[in-house]
């Protein structure tokens, strides 16, 4: 039995080494500590997470505290992280966007027998979701799907404007609108400005 839970073991830290790379690092010896942005390859699991979180460690001894955050492919560093593994000096794991299960939600999300105009998916960690503008009859609508499987759908009319396409809700108590940028991204903007992104994922 202690055979297989070692060569598990080793298994699991095999597939973390392989599945990351280290974006870039800021270190400071006087003060003891260090930050660490990672670049994962696909989400992980908690374990796998915690043997990363132990090779940096154990490769660091010079340093008491390690901040350790970790960001998907489509992730901008600095824009929030999906999971940090912080050693002060003790290990606080959390994942901060949605975990391996919840993204299956996020994949499998759709909406049926609609003419779908397009469908873009938000990796910001607080609020990851997939948003579908699509037809029913006559009118347009976008539906919200959040990792926790909750959705909001609201009507919405579209304009050209300067060659860009904008969306605005029906329901103009709403101070809000949502315009497609040249990248084909979809971009949410509020009173104070831009304050979300959802990248095309058809």
């Not at 297989?4 to 800021?26: M, R």
């Not at 090779?55 to 660091?60: A, M, N, V």
């Not at 938000?122 to 037809?135: A, L, Q, T």
Request: net charge neutral.
């Amino acid at each position: 039995m202690n055979k297989i839970l070692f060569f598990l073991g080793i298994g699991i830290l095999i597939t973390s080494c392989s599945n990351y790379s280290v974006i870039d690092e800021n270190s400071d010896t006087t003060l003891g500590k260090s930050i660490i942005n990672i670049r994962l390859k696909n989400k992980v699991d908690e374990s796998e997470l915690i043997s990363i979180a132990n090779k940096l460690r154990k490769d660091r001894p010079e340093f008491k505290n390690l901040y350790i955050f970790y960001y998907l492919p489509d992730m901008t560093v600095g824009s929030g992280a999906w999971a940090i593994t912080h050693f002060t000096p003790d290990l606080e794991i959390k994942i901060l966007g949605a975990t391996k299960e919840q993204g299956n939600i996020l994949d499998n999300a759709n909406v049926e027998n609609k003419e779908i105009i397009g469908k873009w998916r938000d990796y910001g960690p607080s609020m990851e979701s997939v948003n579908i503008i699509f037809k029913d009859n006559d009118t347009l609508k976008i539906k919200m799907i959040y990792k926790d499987g909750s959705d909001i759908v609201k009507n919405i009319i579209k304009r050209n404007e300067n060659g860009k396409v904008i969306y605005n809700y029906s329901d103009t108590s709403f101070k809000e609108y949502i315009m497609v940028d040249k990248n084909g991204d979809l971009c949410f903007y509020g009173t104070t400005g831009k304050y979300g992104e959802a990248k095309r994922i058809e």
